[in-house]
């Protein structure tokens, strides 16, 4: 696995918009990925220095639309903190 194949998306939501204040930046990651792996891909991509990896892993949710049901897809998520002088360009408008 590349480190390309690592990274999926830059998540941009309201909350994690709010991360970026204090230097945070969440990512969508591959269901193989680890700390490690997210720290380097996001070092060698972005060329910026990860202090902390933090992994969420979000389980499928039933969810129905009238009498249809089915499943939210799992998603695995990677919050990244950047040191202090480090700043992605990726998430601004």
Excluded: C, W
Excluded at 20 to 34: D, K, L
């Amino acid at each position: 696995m590349s480190i390309y194949d690592i990274l999926i998306a830059p998540i941009i939501t309201e909350k994690s918009t709010k991360l970026i204040e204090q230097n945070q930046y969440t990512f969508e990651v591959a269901p193989s990925a680890t700390k490690t792996t997210v720290k380097k891909a996001v070092e060698q991509i972005f060329k910026v220095k990860v202090v902390q990896v933090k992994i969420i892993n979000e389980e499928k949710k039933k969810r129905r639309v009238g009498q249809h049901q089915g499943y939210t897809p799992a998603v695995k998520k990677a919050i990244v903190t950047l040191a202090k002088d480090d700043h992605l360009d990726v998430f601004e408008v």
